[in-house]
């Protein structure tokens, strides 16, 4: 009797570094009529710590310890790294495409030129990495943590930093246009030439923030508060965008 064996879409699909790997198979009356082989995703030797240029794309490696790997050009587009630990790894120019990051920790990280377009970054920890030029254009940036975060001329277009913490964050030159940074915490933060058009700031801490030259066409400022310290492009009323001033 033919046996047939059946690979699960679910165990193989983007596996190129087997781990374990189980057989299981179906009887009926004694007689075998199917059997499913289950691949466990294995990293590739030496990864961490040096991965550079390493295609883990679409592997699940959640809370795997990536703490100060060679992460630079990979491609981990799709892949999935709930609570991994990224500190100080270096993603340079990585492809991290529609990667799902949701908190995990990449403090202190290099992510320049990255590619994290459509990312899942809700409930990260990104404080004081350096993601400048990156593509954050329509990421999700939910309640994630960018405190002293280097964001220059990086692209966050369509972007949902909503509830995100971008305390004393580098936003200099940033495209932020559609933005969603309700609720946000932008105290101290530099905005100098970043463009804010069509921007929803609603209900946002803009105490001492830095907004000088910045496009402001079109931006959401209902109930957002700001202080005497708080900078604005020469001519431009916040009141009137309906910011609203404390002491």
């Not at 991965?51 to 883990?56: F, G, I, K, Q, S």
């Not at 491609?75 to 799902?100: P, T, V």
């Not at 580098?170 to 105290?187: C, D, K, P, T, V």
Request: charged share 25%; proline share 3%.
């Amino acid at each position: 009797m033919a046996i047939t064996v059946i690979l699960l879409p679910l165990a193989i699909a983007g596996v190129r570094y087997i781990g374990k790997f189980d057989l299981r198979c179906l009887t009926n009356n004694g007689k075998t009529s199917a059997c499913y082989i289950f691949i466990e995703p294995a990293l590739p030797p030496h990864c961490p710590p040096d991965c550079a240029e390493t295609d883990l794309r679409e592997l699940n490696l959640s809370g795997v310890d990536f703490t100060r790997a060679d992460l630079r050009g990979a491609n981990l587009s799709r892949i999935i790294l709930h609570e991994a630990r990224l500190h100080r790894a270096d993603l340079r120019a990585a492809n991290l495409y529609r990667a799902d990051l949701k908190y995990a920790s990449l403090i202190e990280a290099i992510l320049t030129e990255a590619d994290l377009h459509l990312a899942n970054l809700s409930h990260a920890d990104l404080s004081r990495s350096n993601l400048e030029e990156a593509d954050l254009s329509r990421a999700d940036l939910f309640k994630a943590k960018l405190a002293g975060t280097t964001l220059r001329r990086t692209n966050l277009g369509w972007a949902d930093l909503t509830e995100a913490d971008l305390t004393n964050a580098n936003l200099r030159e940033a495209n932020l246009q559609n933005a969603n940074l309700q609720h946000g915490n932008l105290y101290q933060t530099l905005f100098f030439k970043a463009d804010l058009r069509e921007a929803n700031l609603a209900n946002a801490d803009l105490r001492r923030a830095d907004l000088r030259e910045a496009q402001l066409d079109g931006v959401n400022l209902q109930q957002a508060w700001y202080n005497n310290v708080t900078k604005w492009p020469e001519n431009f009323d916040p009141e009137q965008a309906g910011a609203e001033f404390q002491y």
